[in-house]
């Protein structure tokens, strides 16, 4: 029989930082989220629980594997590990697909942008006006954040990629936001979109409710002509022999 291949795991933010972590070098949990926090990886960043169990996935999936066990003093064991030659090529894989194959995410942004038109203007405007200094605040820290990584880590721009394309994600949010705002408080905008989806709602539930009334008083019609069709033909049937009275002579 031939061997059957392990269901492929589907890619997360933090086995890939794990897994690229672990093709720089071999190391062991504590250094790697020392390192995640370092280099600013906070999209992988969580509770503590939540990497060791993602690390004991991984070995378990054979990507990656135990090199050696170390113990400092009276500190807890430190296993380090190493990547696997399949958790080379599925580290590739997952940053192929990732990289090229777009997905549909749908931010909470998004949902509560979907519902906008359910409150007031005057409340829309200034629930977004909260987003524009929270977005400026977000771009300073950013530009922070980026100027520290370059000036004291003196990582090369190729490893800031991910840094310089949240700053361009934000400053287009920061500028659709401003420009909503301006649009909400030129007019626009029908805000009045709701209350006429309900009035359209409602008419449409009207007019299926009286076509479904309007067909079952056919249906109630037609039984009842067939119902009296039937009484008015009662009687002997025309396969049947009739039996008349004999007269004896």
Do not use: C
């Given at each position: 029989?031939?061997?059957?291949?392990?269901?492929?795991?589907?890619?997360?933010?933090?086995?890939?930082?794990?897994?690229?972590?672990?093709?720089?070098?071999?190391?062991?949990?504590?250094?790697?989220?020392?390192?995640?926090?370092?280099?600013?990886?906070?999209?992988?960043?969580?509770?503590?629980?939540?990497?060791?169990?993602?690390?004991?996935?991984?070995?378990?999936?054979?990507?990656?594997?135990?090199l050696e066990i170390s113990r400092e003093g009276k500190r807890p064991e430190r296993t380090v590990y190493r990547i696997t030659d399949e958790g080379r090529e599925e580290f590739k894989s997952w940053l192929g697909e990732l990289l090229s194959t777009p997905v549909a995410e749908y931010p909470l942004f998004m949902v509560a942008v979907s519902f906008l038109a359910y409150l007031p203007p005057e409340a829309a405007i200034a629930t977004l006006r909260g987003r524009v200094a929270a977005?400026?605040?977000?771009?300073?820290?950013?530009?922070?954040?980026?100027?520290?990584?370059?000036?004291?880590?003196?990582?090369?721009?190729?490893?800031?990629?991910?840094?310089?394309?949240?700053?361009?994600?934000?400053?287009?949010?920061?500028?659709?936001?401003?420009?909503?705002?301006?649009?909400?408080?030129?007019?626009?905008?029908?805000?009045?979109?709701?209350?006429?989806?309900?009035?359209?709602?409602?008419?449409?539930?009207?007019?299926?409710?009286?076509?479904?009334?309007?067909?079952?008083?056919?249906?109630?019609?037609?039984?009842?002509?067939?119902?009296?069709?039937?009484?008015?033909?009662?009687?002997?049937?025309?396969?049947?022999?009739?039996?008349?009275?004999?007269?004896?002579?």
């Amino acid at each position: 029989m031939g061997k059957t291949s392990k269901p492929r795991s589907a890619p997360n933010p933090l086995a890939l930082t794990v897994l690229a972590l672990l093709i720089e070098q071999p190391r062991h949990p504590y250094e790697m989220q020392r390192l995640m926090r370092e280099r600013h990886k906070d999209f992988a960043m969580g509770k503590t629980r939540s990497f060791y169990d993602a690390v004991d996935r991984l070995a378990r999936d054979g990507l990656v594997e135990p090199l050696e066990i170390s113990r400092e003093g009276k500190r807890p064991e430190r296993t380090v590990y190493r990547i696997t030659d399949e958790g080379r090529e599925e580290f590739k894989s997952w940053l192929g697909e990732l990289l090229s194959t777009p997905v549909a995410e749908y931010p909470l942004f998004m949902v509560a942008v979907s519902f906008l038109a359910y409150l007031p203007p005057e409340a829309a405007i200034a629930t977004l006006r909260g987003r524009v200094a929270a977005l400026e605040g977000a771009l300073a820290g950013l530009d922070t954040s980026l100027r520290a990584l370059q000036e004291q880590l003196h990582l090369p721009r190729l490893f800031l990629l991910e840094h310089e394309h949240t700053q361009a994600l934000r400053r287009a949010e920061l500028e659709w936001v401003r420009t909503v705002i301006a649009d909400i408080q030129a007019g626009r905008f029908a805000w009045n979109v709701p209350v006429e989806w309900r009035r359209q709602d409602d008419a449409a539930a009207d007019t299926a409710e009286a076509h479904t009334l309007e067909q079952w008083s056919a249906v109630w019609a037609w039984r009842q002509d067939d119902a009296a069709a039937d009484a008015a033909g009662a009687g002997p049937s025309l396969d049947e022999p009739h039996h008349a009275d004999t007269i004896s002579a």
